[in-house]
């Protein structure tokens, strides 16, 4: 598993991407496969409304990721406002539109999503995201 916690700036969601990108391929999950690039996507997506919906100033967003099950990545996105759930736009954005399509992605890329609030003792929720993700060919892989 990997937790960190990142700014809840875009320079901290950017962050984000990047280190699970890198995290995914050292569980052999290939930097540039099918795999990463949308769970990446999904990740990107999570993260982003952390910072633009979540965001409480001085208060950072967490990522965690995980592998749950063989073929599973485990997203989540934790932010400090447990107020401002997400949901998706009851009609597709219109195509010239600036906003509105990032949980259509994640609809569309992710396995299920979710959102469930965070401990009792602590404010806010937890977006997840299940993505699928075949392992790379040839890496040694030990579940936990």
């Not at 290939?30 to 949308?38: I, K, V, W």
């Not at 919906?53 to 989540?76: M, N």
């Not at 890329?109 to 929720?125: C, E, I, M, S, Y």
Request: proline fraction near 9%.
């Amino acid at each position: 598993m990997f937790v960190q916690r990142f700014s809840a700036t875009p320079r901290g969601a950017r962050l984000a991407r990047l280190l699970a990108l890198h995290e995914w391929d050292s569980w052999g999950v290939p930097y540039g496969s099918r795999a990463s690039e949308e769970a990446a996507t999904v990740l990107g997506e999570l993260a982003a409304n952390a910072v633009v919906h979540g965001r409480v100033a001085g208060r950072d967003f967490e990522l965690a990721l995980d592998l749950p099950q063989p073929g599973t990545l485990l997203i989540e996105v934790t932010d400090t406002r447990g107020e401002a759930l997400p949901t998706p736009a009851p009609v597709p954005p219109r195509s010239d539109a600036e906003s509105g399509r990032g949980l259509v992605l994640v609809s569309a890329l992710a396995k299920d999503w979710g959102v469930r609030p965070r401990t009792p003792a602590a404010p806010g929720k937890t977006v997840w995201a299940h993505c699928a993700c075949p392992l790379g060919a040839g890496r040694m892989f030990f579940w936990r």
